[in-house]
C-alpha cells in the first residue's frame, strides 16, 4: 500500500501563499485519485480538493479560485498551491489516495499550514 509525505506547510500572513506537497512511496498512476482534506483546531476533518488520473480537478467551495491541485506523475507528487490565504486556512493539511476501487488509504502525518491576520 502506498504511504504518503505531505510536505510544505508553515507560518504565512494572511494574503499569502504556500505549496503543499504529497509525495507517494510509489507510483501514483495506477490511482483514481489523491484527496487532499484538513482538519482545523476543534473541527471535523474536511475535504478541499482532488486530482483524478485524468486530471479532473474539483474543490471545495471554501477554496475555490484560491487553491489549486495538480500532480507529477513522474515524481509520484500532487501538490496544493494555496493562494491568498485566510486565517480561516489555518488547519493540519492531510493527503489520501483513492484506488480504482474507490478504495480509501490511510493518512498521512499531516503538515501545519497556520496563517495570520
Known amino acids: 500500500q502506498l504511504q504518503l509525505v505531505e510536505s510544505g506547510g508553515g507560518l504565512v500572513q494572511a494574503g499569502g501563499s504556500l505549496k503543499l506537497s504529497c509525495a507517494a512511496s510509489g507510483s501514483i498512476f495506477s490511482l483514481d485519485a489523491i484527496l487532499w482534506y484538513r482538519q482545523a483546531p476543534g473541527k471535523q476533518r474536511e475535504f478541499v480538493a482532488t486530482?483524478?488520473?485524468?486530471?479532473?480537478?474539483n474543490y471545495a467551495d471554501s477554496v475555490k479560485g484560491r487553491f489549486t491541485i495538480s500532480r507529477d506523475n513522474a515524481k509520484n507528487t500532487v501538490y496544493l498551491q494555496m493562494n491568498t490565504l485566510k486565517p480561516e486556512d489555518t488547519a493540519v493539511y492531510y493527503c489520501r489516495t483513492r484506488s480504482r476501487s474507490m478504495a480509501l488509504g490511510p493518512w498521512g502525518q499531516g503538515t501545519q499550514v497556520t496563517v495570520s491576520s
Open positions: 486530482i483524478t488520473s485524468y486530471g479532473t480537478t
